[in-house]
């Protein structure tokens, strides 16, 4: 009986455009858990750990960071063309990230003030998420990203399945961890109810309301939100910097339509946190 062809180790390849590594520390914070991937995977192209660089295919590429200028759209476009599957992780390749707030401002202005031969600079007038440019298979949220859910999504992929990454909101980690709602028992506005899970709920645990750093969760209800961040010492300008903050524009792809009745909102945010 001839033996079975051993199977070639999968290759992985991370990448990063504008970003600040945040995402990429993240799989270097693994520790143990990255000793046992590195042993399982063939890390191809990972500059923030190694300067060691190979071609691809790549079974799998992460992304971290947003397209901001010409050669992040063309760099984009090479490394899907490179990889089997891509996967883009964290807040600037998901939505555009805090950069993307330039969307609303004149960045040749900016050009100007910042830079003393802006002439050199060369960029967009936008940074837009990944998905804008390329198809992704897999967008991981998060300001920074969570690491068991870094290392759910390329296990998932390396074994051919879909990553099981919950699209709920912070509100669902706040009752699993039995931390009392910072709105209704203090008033403090709080991006929870339309936030992505994956943070373990962390500035609620510590008395603060969410800031919405994993982005729009997969039910989102701005109509009863607004009011209450209102009810809760927040102006209409207050409300659209909430908003646009770690993921930019995001939100703005949601019906954020005002209500004046607070009631009918406070019903729809304890509907939210208790299905």
């Known amino acids: 009986m001839s033996a079975q062809p051993e199977r070639p ?3 992985l390849a991370v990448f990063k455009l504008a970003s600040c590594d945040g995402c990429q520390l993240t799989l270097l914070d693994c520790e143990d858990e ?3 991937l590195a042993g399982a995977v063939d890390i191809s192209h990972f500059l923030e750990a190694s300067s060691e660089i190979r071609p691809g295919p790549y079974d799998l590429a992460l992304v971290e960071g947003s397209v901001t200028t010409p050669q992040d759209a063309e760099r984009v476009r090479a490394i899907r063309a490179a990889a089997r599957r891509l996967v883009t992780i964290g807040a600037c390749a998901t939505a555009g990230g805090i950069q993307a707030l330039r969307n609303f401002a004149d960045v040749d202005e900016y050009r100007r003030v ?3 031969h802006p002439e050199y600079i060369s960029t967009l007038a ?3 998420p990944v998905s804008d440019h390329v198809d992704v298979d897999f967008e991981l949220r998060g300001c ?3 690491r068991r859910q870094l290392l759910e999504v390329i296990t998932a992929f390396l074994a051919g399945r879909r990553p099981d990454v919950p699209d709920h909101s912070v509100c669902f980690e706040c009752k699993r961890r039995g931390t009392v709602c910072v709105t209704v028992a203090e008033g403090t506005p709080c991006l929870g109810p339309v936030t992505h ?3 373990g709920a962390l500035c609620p645990a510590y008395r603060r309301g969410c800031f919405g750093c994993f982005g729009p969760s997969g039910s989102v209800n701005l109509p009863a939100l607004i ?3 209102r009810r809760d010492g927040l102006d209409e300008d207050a409300v659209g910097r909430f908003l646009h903050t770690f993921n930019a524009a995001a939100f703005d792809a949601f019906d954020a339509s005002d209500t004046s009745d607070t009631s009918d909102a406070s019903a729809a945010l304890d509907k939210e946190q208790n299905p």
């Open 126 to 128: 936008t940074s837009t």
């Open 34 to 36: 990255l000793l046992a």
């Open 197 to 199: 899970a994956g943070c």
């Open 114 to 116: 910042v830079y003393a």
């Open 144 to 146: 920074p990203i969570d």
């Open 227 to 229: 009011p209450l961040l």
């Open 9 to 11: 180790t999968p290759t």
